[in-house]
Nanobody
C-alpha cells in the first residue's frame, strides 16, 4: 500500500505565501504523477496542479503565475508553493499520486489539509 502525509496548511493573509508538502510512503516502485487538488465548501473537487516524474507541470488557470508545484523524487515528495493567495483559494487541499506498487498502479489520495485565506 501507499500512504500520503500532507502538511503545511493553515491560515494565511491574502498576498502572503504558504507552502504545502506531501510525502508518499509505503511499497513504492515509482510515482508517475503527483498533484494537488482542492475542494471548497459546496463545490466539487478541482485540479490545482500536477507534475510528472519528468518534471512537466500543469496548472489550473486560476492559479497560474501564483502557485508552483515541485517534487523531490528522492523523497517521494511533492510541494505546492502558494504565493499571493486570494480568499477564493480557501479550500481543503488534497495531495494525489499515481504510484506503481509492485505490479499494481494505484491512485492514492491524502487526507486533505485546510487552507484559509483571509482578506
Amino acid at each position: 500500500q501507499v500512504q500520503l502525509a500532507e502538511s503545511g496548511g493553515g491560515w494565511v493573509q491574502a498576498g502572503g505565501s504558504l507552502r504545502l508538502s506531501c510525502a508518499a510512503s509505503g511499497r513504492i516502485s515509482s510515482i508517475n504523477v503527483m498533484g494537488w487538488y482542492r475542494q471548497a465548501p459546496g463545490k466539487q473537487r478541482e485540479l490545482v496542479a500536477t507534475i510528472t516524474s519528468g518534471g512537466s507541470t500543469n496548472y489550473a488557470d486560476s492559479v497560474k503565475g501564483r502557485f508552483t508545484i515541485s517534487r523531490d523524487n528522492t523523497k517521494n515528495a511533492a510541494y505546492l508553493q502558494m504565493n499571493s493567495p486570494k480568499p477564493e483559494d480557501t479550500a481543503v487541499y488534497y495531495c494525489n499520486v499515481v504510484a506503481v506498487s509492485g505490479f499494481r498502479t494505484l491512485n492514492v489520495w491524502g487526507q486533505g489539509t485546510q487552507v484559509t485565506v483571509s482578506s
